[in-house]
T-cell receptor, first 114, second 114 residues
Framework: KQEVTQIPAALSVPEGENLVLNCSFT??????LQWFRQDPGKGLTSLLL?????REQTSGRLNASLDKSSGRSTLYIAASQPGDSATYLC?????????????FGKGTMLLVSP | GAGVSQSPSNKVTEKGKDVELRCDPI?????LYWYRQSLGQGLEFLIY????????KSGLPSDRFSAERTGGSVSTLTIQRTQQEDSAVYLC????????????FGDGTRLSIL
């Protein structure tokens, strides 16, 4: 059974810092990996999707990497801003399922202070 | 609308009552997912619909849970004889058929069982 772990569970940084969120998964037979953001009382917003054949994806100040063989992904946030404060969730979809049923980590709660 | 719409946003009911939660996916999205988000459990997959195919019900926690999707669009998740452990946020997501496209989430229904 696939298990997804996110470290740290919570992170507090001052504005402007660069930071890294970590995600690990136990079964490397994945179809893709996604990073989501969740604001309090809201649903999830997809940030980046990395296909299993890819190494990284970038969107603005966000960069996500994937090392499938070691079962790891990182989300790098450059020049953090208070508006980045949210919970960040990592999720993987299984290989061969034909669709993207996701297994989620429990998230990293990020607080960026002005 | 432009996004996934869920109703009601909040639902409080007494133990033993039945509840219905509704999801309107993004127009044109053929895939629809239901997830449950509980404190300490993270996000759990419940059920998946794709077009006219038989749904994947493998994540439903008990036979008190059921879901329908009428006309390939709107979906209803029904919980019969609710119990306190059913209290959670129920999230719906939709995506295009291509499983390498991200899932788009609604804001969820917060269900509280008294």
């Amino acid at each position: 059974k696939q298990e997804v772990t996110q470290i740290p569970a919570a992170l507090s940084v001052p504005e402007g810092e660069n930071l890294v969120l970590n995600c690990s998964f136990t079964d490397s037979a994945i179809y893709n990996l996604q990073w989501f953001r969740q604001d309090p009382g809201k649903g999830l917003t997809s940030l980046l999707l990395i296909q299993s054949s890819q190494r990284e994806q970038t969107s603005g100040r966000l960069n996500a990497s994937l090392d499938k063989s070691s079962g790891r992904s990182t989300l790098y946030i450059a020049a953090s801003q208070p508006g980045d404060s949210a919970t960040y969730l990592c999720a993987v979809s299984p290989l061969g399922s034909g669709y993207s049923t996701l297994t989620f980590g429990k998230g990293t709660m990020l607080l960026v202070s002005p | 609308g432009a996004g996934v719409s869920q109703s009601p946003s909040n639902k409080v009911t007494e133990k033993g009552k039945d509840v219905e939660l509704r999801c309107d996916p993004i127009s044109g999205h053929t895939a629809l997912y239901w997830y449950r988000q509980s404190l300490g459990q993270g996000l759990e997959f419940l059920i998946y619909f794709q077009g006219n195919s038989a749904p994947d019900k493998s994540g439903l926690p008990s036979d008190r849970f059921s879901a329908e999707r009428t006309g390939g669009s709107v979906s209803t998740l029904t919980i019969q004889r609710t119990q306190q452990e059913d209290s959670a946020v129920y999230l719906c997501a939709s995506s295009s058929r291509d499983s390498n496209q991200p899932q788009h989430f609604g804001d969820g229904t917060r269900l509280s069982i008294l």
